[in-house]
């Protein structure tokens, strides 16, 4: 037994190393495997010009129960230096302690994971705040469905 045990274990780690040989090529291809569509849209945020960015794919749902939704936040080079932070909000905020999500991430292309409402009327508005370095707000809405995504 002991023999067998022992060449067992040869041909088991032979085979490890020949199975992921079929999964190579598209490990070493210049494209993605798998990428669904892309909504894009430009936004004017005060004197601010961003453009939101999103999979079409409808929001998943977290351990905690809420439907989340990543976006991407594209700020202009010329704006990098005197943007503060980007909120993203399902509604209007109120003030700047209730802007919503801080997008984080580089300068150039920045990531925020909204909290999306379970029931949702239509009529519901995805804000975009921008704070500057002087304290400044700016703030602009755009209709939840055209950068919504997937299945409501």
């Keep these: 037994m002991?023999?067998?045990?022992?060449?067992?274990r040869f041909h088991l780690s032979a085979l490890m190393l020949l199975v992921p040989l079929p999964f190579l090529?598209?490990?070493?291809?210049?494209?993605?495997?798998?990428?669904?569509?892309?909504?894009r849209r430009d936004l004017a945020v005060g004197d601010f010009s961003v453009t939101l960015a999103t999979y079409d794919e409808a929001p998943g749902r977290?351990?905690?129960?809420?439907?989340?939704?990543?976006?991407?936040?594209?700020?202009?080079?010329a704006d990098?230096?005197?943007?503060r932070g980007i909120f993203l909000r399902v509604g209007k905020p109120r003030s700047l302690?209730?802007?919503?999500?801080?997008?984080?991430?580089?300068?150039?292309?920045?990531?925020?994971?909204?909290?999306?409402?379970?029931?949702l009327a239509g009529r519901e508005e995805l804000w975009v705040t921008v704070e500057d370095w002087s304290g400044g707000?700016?703030?602009?809405?755009?209709?939840?469905g055209e950068i919504f995504g997937g299945r409501r």
């Design 97 to 119: 302690r209730t802007a919503g999500t801080l997008a984080f991430g580089n300068p150039y292309e920045r990531e925020a994971e909204v909290t999306v409402p379970d029931e």
């Design 137 to 144: 707000m700016h703030q602009a809405s755009l209709p939840l």
């Design 2 to 8: 002991p023999r067998f045990w022992r060449r067992g």
């Design 25 to 39: 090529p598209d490990y070493f291809s210049p494209k993605p495997i798998f990428v669904p569509p892309e909504i």
């Design 80 to 83: 990098i230096d005197r943007i």
């Design 62 to 77: 977290m351990p905690t129960g809420e439907r989340m939704k990543a976006y991407r936040i594209h700020v202009r080079p």
